[in-house]
């Protein structure tokens, strides 16, 4: 995955995309950044993450920007979600993301809205990187709360 980063700045300089160059380089200093705090090696799933808290940042600003009208900058947010995009295993569809909580919820067995914890724990290694975490999220406290 470090190497496909490395290979999409040489590919982006020659195309002259700036605006690809800048989202793909801007992910380069944070594997960087992330490699130097751990003195390691990322793996790929280390990478995904990563790629998703960067889209998330950019979904988050999103909201901000909404508040202050500012098309060009949402425009801009969002494109830039598209290209970290390409980075992240293909995503579950809802169906599939459905099933998988509805298959944690019978192993599980939650008894109430104390145990978000335990059905969060079993649900994030099996969708993390292939689907919207606030999502799953959002699901999960739904099913919950009908308990």
């Not at 470090?2 to 995309?17: S, T, W």
């Not at 500012?70 to 293909?90: G, M, V, W």
């Not at 569809?93 to 599980?108: R, Y």
Request: net charge neutral; glycine share 4%; proline share 2%.
């Amino acid at each position: 995955m470090k190497n496909r980063v490395l290979e999409d700045i040489k590919l982006a300089m020659k195309a002259q995309d700036k605006e690809r160059l800048n989202v793909v380089r801007m992910l380069k200093a944070d594997i960087q950044m992330a490699e130097l705090n751990k003195k390691s090696e990322l793996t790929d799933d280390e990478i995904i993450s990563i790629v998703s808290k960067q889209i998330k940042m950019r979904k988050d600003s999103i909201k901000e920007f909404e508040k202050g009208s500012r098309t060009d900058l949402i425009e801009q947010a969002n494109s830039e979600i598209k290209i970290l995009e390409e980075y992240l295993p293909e995503q579950l569809s809802e169906d599939e993301v459905n099933k998988i909580i509805n298959d944690v919820f019978t192993k599980v067995n939650p008894q109430s809205a104390s145990d978000m914890g335990k059905i969060m724990g079993a649900l994030t290694p099996l969708v993390k990187g292939k689907a919207d975490m606030g999502y799953v999220s959002k699901i999960v406290k739904e099913k919950l709360s009908n308990i």
